[in-house]
């Protein structure tokens, strides 16, 4: 990638991050809560899901936004046909999000046992972001 591919990557990523924060990320909140209150057996609250005395709020990161954001990105600079930059945009958005709506399920179920929400968290936050390289990686194969 040259010099320019990566600047096209960055603001690429900037635009879409804000871009879908400010649409998708509110969209998919309630969602995302409601789904995992029902795999967690816990209480729905709109944005927010309560699991005995703990009240986890669902915020728009919560969604995959990020993950996407950089999966779009990625596919934007890439050299491959709009076809397979569609399908693997919309494939991979899609699994993305799945992706983290069992990550928020995981985290709220581990730290129900371990009380460790910090640690879990980061662990599981900065496994998507990996998952978008390794798909990328796949798909130039």
Not at 31 to 36: C, L
Request: overall charge neutral.
């Amino acid at each position: 990638m040259s010099r320019g591919d990566y600047i096209r990557f960055v603001v690429a990523f900037l635009l879409l991050y804000v871009a879908l924060r400010f649409t998708m990320g509110y969209l998919l909140r309630s969602p995302t809560a409601y789904i995992v209150s029902l795999l967690s057996g816990c209480e729905y609250g709109g944005e927010t899901v309560v699991c005995g005395y703990e009240e986890y709020r669902i915020v728009p990161e919560c969604t995959g936004i990020v993950s996407i954001s950089l999966l779009l990105a990625l596919l934007f600079v890439l050299p491959l046909s709009s076809e397979r930059k569609i399908r693997a945009a919309v494939l991979g958005s899609i699994f993305l999000y799945i992706l983290n709506v069992l990550r928020v399920y995981a985290l709220i179920e581990l730290t129900q046992s371990i009380f460790a929400f910090d640690l879990v968290h980061a662990f599981f936050w900065l496994t998507s972001p990996v998952l978008v390289i390794l798909y990328v990686l796949w798909l130039l194969k």
